[in-house]
């Protein structure tokens, strides 16, 4: 009978050596785990250490530095320009956000996930607005065979071929001071209705690949998120988990049908209705606002307060205190990768001690903006809040010095698996691509630039790996933060440990 066990590595990391130690540090450290870290005990042991297997590697850890119990765990994956993220809960389901725009997402998933060369079902896959950086990367996670997926949920703006680029959302009415999109695509059935008709989705990537996904036979269900929702189906108040739904807002009609507000574009109006979620386990609160903007912030600073928004003068601290019940958080992602198209109020009222930003590279519109820098810093919670970003974060190993040359060699690949008709080239082309993939460029997306936040509902690691470490027990840099509410309102503490350095402040 197998006593190997699954465990997990202790707070805030743990070590893994060579060899047990006479106290709890070891000899010839191999592996420095980030605490959460999957590992799997084998069942022999030496007085207080233990054998695991952990990250590619065997050796001996401390009965102190393991633990038992699941952490909530978000990867905020470097998928260049555009929002990605992976949440893994403590009862072991997993939930995609977005995609990002390019095959980032696919590779960090691959290498997370054994290549894929077992079956595996996520529980749902969230797209929080039609916008490429943030569906297209799902369409190769879609087409992986080995993948399932429990739902689809999406914000309801279902592009489709129209006359006019403003009707391309949908069919819109109202007055010239105020427009609704009314085609609101609510459930499956819809949906489908929507996607049988080919002349309303040709030339239109985003409704192909839903459909794509949904004759793939892997995809259970397909649905509409928004504040009717009020929280994602299986994290409601009764949960410890709880994922509220606070965007789009919709407004039915006075026959009850949905309505979503006409921003005064098509690119306004679907960030503006990004699908947002406030993740709540415990005491640790995460908000993920994807692309809003000044209009759409407005809204819901309105909707959920039934306060003016935009404010008077005299109004602003009202609003502020009322929207803090509703948004307030620990740790925000930044809407719209850095843009400089947002609320200082709005801002104000997520009040995190933490912010991420997802922005790349090859991109127009150099994000993120520096006034955004400036206003997160400025409206944040305590003296020194943090902001991390996956554009900073992002580093590469020699081995990726030219990564135009192997994207190319990655496309003549892929080519030259789809036409040729010679076996062994096949295979040929096939297992290179494979080694490639595994052993460069996954593991690059895997390791740098991904922000990792872990949380037990009480105490937080937001992390990153160092670029270059200081040796194999000093890979992360990681910032602690505990105690993050207490019965005077929210204090807390945050330890950045760093190369063995360790700096404390209270917030």
């Known amino acids: 009978m197998s006593t190997q066990q699954v465990a997990f590595a202790g707070y805030p990391s743990a070590v893994v050596y060579e060899q047990p130690g006479t106290g709890k540090k070891g000899t010839n450290p191999v ?62 389901k997993h939930l995609i956000i977005d995609a990002g725009q390019g095959d980032n997402m696919y590779r960090f998933l691959r290498w997370r996930y054994g290549r894929f060369l077992k079956p595996f079902e996520f529980e749902a896959a969230i797209i929080s607005h039609p916008d490429s950086d943030h569906y297209a990367g799902f369409e190769p996670i879609f087409a992986e065979p080995t993948l399932t997926f429990g739902t689809i949920y999406h914000n309801g703006i279902i592009e489709r071929a129209a006359a006019s680029k403003n009707q391309s959302l949908g069919t819109l009415r109202g007055t010239a001071k105020e427009k609704f999109l009314t085609e609101v695509v609510r459930d499956k059935a819809e949906l489908k209705d929507l996607l049988d008709q080919p002349a309303k989705i040709k030339g239109k990537k985003y409704p192909t690949m839903l459909k794509k996904a949904m004759d793939s036979g892997h995809v259970n269900d397909i649905q509409n998120l928004s504040i009717e929702n009020q929280f994602l189906p299986g994290y409601d108040q009764t949960k410890d988990l709880q994922i509220a739904v606070l965007g789009p ?45 000044i209009p759409s912030e407005n809204l819901l600073m309105g909707h959920h307060t039934g306060l003016e928004s935009p404010p008077a003068e005299a109004d602003k601290e009202k ?189």
């Open 249 to 293: 807002v919709i407004e039915p009609d006075t026959s009850g049908d949905p309505r979503l507000r006409w921003f005064g574009d098509v690119g306004k109006t679907k960030n503006g209705h990004s699908v947002v979620l406030r993740l709540q386990y415990k005491d640790v609160s995460v908000m993920l606002g994807g692309d809003l903007n």
């Open 319 to 507: 609003l502020v205190k009322a929207a803090r019940k509703v948004f307030e958080c620990d740790i925000a992602k930044a809407c719209h990768h850095g843009s400089a198209d947002f609320s200082d109020l709005f801002l104000r009222s997520v009040n995190p001690i933490a912010t991420v930003i997802s922005s790349g590279d090859d991109e127009p519109h150099s994000h993120p903006r520096a006034e955004s820098l400036g206003g997160i810093g400025r409206h944040s919670r305590g003296d020194r809040p943090l902001i991390f970003s996956t554009e900073l974060a992002r580093s590469a190993p020699e081995t990726i010095k030219h990564p135009f040359v192997l994207k190319k060699e990655i496309e003549e690949l892929r080519k030259q698996i789809r036409e040729t008709t010679d076996a062994d080239k096949k295979q040929k082309a096939e297992g290179k691509l494979d080694k490639l993939l595994a052993g460069v460029l996954d593991r690059s997306v895997a390791v740098y630039g991904a922000i990792n936040l872990r949380t037990d509902g009480d105490r937080v690691v937001i992390a990153q790996k160092i670029e270059r470490p200081g040796g194999k027990d000093k890979k992360w840099d990681i910032y602690k933060a505990a105690g993050l509410k207490c019965s005077t309102g929210y204090c807390g503490r945050i330890v950045r440990l760093h190369l063995g350095k360790v700096s404390e402040r209270w917030m």
């Open 31 to 92: 592996q420095h785990l980030l605490w959460g870290d999957w590992l799997l005990k084998t069942g022999q042991t030496q007085g207080a250490w233990v054998e695991v297997k952990a990250r590619g590697v065997k050796g001996w850890m401390h009965k102190d530095s393991v633990q038992k119990d699941r952490l909530l765990e978000i990867t905020f994956v470097d998928i260049g320009q555009g929002d990605g993220a992976l949440v893994c809960t403590p009862d072991d």
